[in-house]
């Protein structure tokens, strides 16, 4: 069934979001030839439309998400210092509306200049929050990268749709199945479900430092700047998987986010966008197949980034 490639591989990796291609570079850092299946172009991928602001939200606090993260957040701030396309250090603060536990939360080992906030920093309505340097990622700019590092390095993409994992077998022994929300199907997984995310975009008036508001009653939000805009979020919906953009949402985004940051009223907007981050009950699965002829790599929803590096470097040791 199989479009050709070139040569003989020895790992596909289905998919070419963050998860696929981190993993496929990995994959050829061991010395094996790789191929990527995809069925999307690579800006069409949930990857391309996150915010990517290293935070590990929403994914279990378990040891191995821990490690991931760190591995990750270590590998941003290296390519950061490189001056890898799209990736940045920046300035970060997290508001709480609860207080939270006495010492470091459980990522804060991963973060070299954790700061508890003092009340004055955190402002009258939040009762706790952090400061810290964080990995920032303009997905735009990163993942051309990323493709281009893969091709560099012999990799070959094929474009083709999979109704069933074991047709990736057509190009190599071992699959590595990196395919987000395609996995509740192509594993017959019901732990996979989409977490709708709207978001908007409004041009950047000079802000630095990004904010996340943890648990805002009034809503997902968070305020991320980028080279020339600021994406403003945000909306976290389980199961639905409608991707028009919400002119009423939009709205209340906007009001949300100018309130908490007055330098953004008057900020023209310049665009909207959805995305539905590939999340799993239970957590991400990342293991082989009894078999060991398959590799899962999926299930990372709203935290692709900020797991990436570190499940790229499991998933490739679970192929050997």
């Known amino acids: 069934m199989g479009d050709a490639v070139g040569g003989a591989k020895d790992v596909v990796v289905a998919g070419s979001g963050i998860i696929g291609l981190t993993t496929a570079i990995r994959l050829q850092e061991k010395g094996l030839r790789v191929v990527v299946v995809t069925a999307d172009g690579l800006l069409s991928t949930t990857s391309a439309v996150a915010a990517a602001v290293w935070f590990p939200v929403a994914t279990g606090t378990s040891g191995r998400v821990a490690d991931w993260s760190a591995t990750a957040f270590a590998e941003f701030a290296r390519q950061a210092a490189q001056g890898v396309p799209g990736v940045s250090m920046r300035s970060t603060r997290m508001l709480e509306h609860q207080r939270q536990p006495s010492g470091l939360p459980w990522w804060g080992d991963a973060v070299p200049d954790l700061h508890r906030l003092t009340a004055a920093e955190r402002g009258p309505d939040c009762a706790d929050g952090w400061s810290f340097t964080a990995p ?17 390095n012999g990799g070959e993409i094929v474009h083709r749709r999979l109704d069933a994992l074991d047709q990736a077998l057509a190009w190599a022994p071992v699959v590595v199945n990196a395919t987000g929300l395609a996995a509740r199907q192509l594993c017959d997984d019901p732990a996979v479900h989409p977490v709708r995310g709207q978001l908007v975009l409004v041009r950047n008036p000079g802000l630095p430092s990004s904010t996340r508001i943890q648990d805002d009653p009034a809503g997902y939000t968070y305020i991320h700047p980028r080279s020339a805009d600021v994406v ?9 998987w409608n991707t028009t953009p919400d002119p009423a949402i939009a709205e209340a985004i906007l009001a949300r986010c100018t309130a908490r940051i007055p330098e953004l009223r008057g900020a023209r907007v310049i665009g909207h966008a959805v995305g539905l981050r590939p999340a799993r009950h239970g957590g991400p699965r990342l293991e082989a197949d009894p078999a060991g002829r398959i590799v899962h790599n999926y299930g990372h929803g ?3 980034v900020t797991l990436s590096w570190g499940c790229a470097d499991a998933a490739a040791e679970l192929v050997g």
């Not at 920032?136 to 091709?151: C, D, N, T």
């Open 302 to 304: 709203g935290a692709g």
């Open 136 to 152: 920032a990622v303009e997905m735009p700019l990163y993942l051309p990268w990323l493709l281009g590092r893969f091709i560099d």
């Open 232 to 240: 403003l979020g945000g909306t976290f919906e389980p199961d639905d």
